[in-house]
């Protein structure tokens, strides 16, 4: 059995995590930030006027489109979060 400080591989001071592990890792962060995103979306919308567009703006329907729309919202946010960390970190390649 390989021990933790056997995986670890260090290279001139830097640590670089396994594979799996920075898999594993940046999965997590996608998820905390999509869940973070929903969150900021509902609160965003929750000065939304729904009255304005629905009949029952109380009923079961709206909530279902606040959850809905703030799903969709949330998961675009994150999406761009991750894809604008994603891009800054491949600009370091280019020099």
Known sequence: MIGYDEMERVVEGVHIMDGAVSLGLTGLINVVMTLAGIGFSWWILMNVRLDV???QPKGPQAKALMIVLSIVLGHGLATFV???????RLISQLF
């Open 82 to 88: 991750s894809d604008y960390l994603g891009w800054s």
């Open 53 to 55: 567009f629905m009949r």
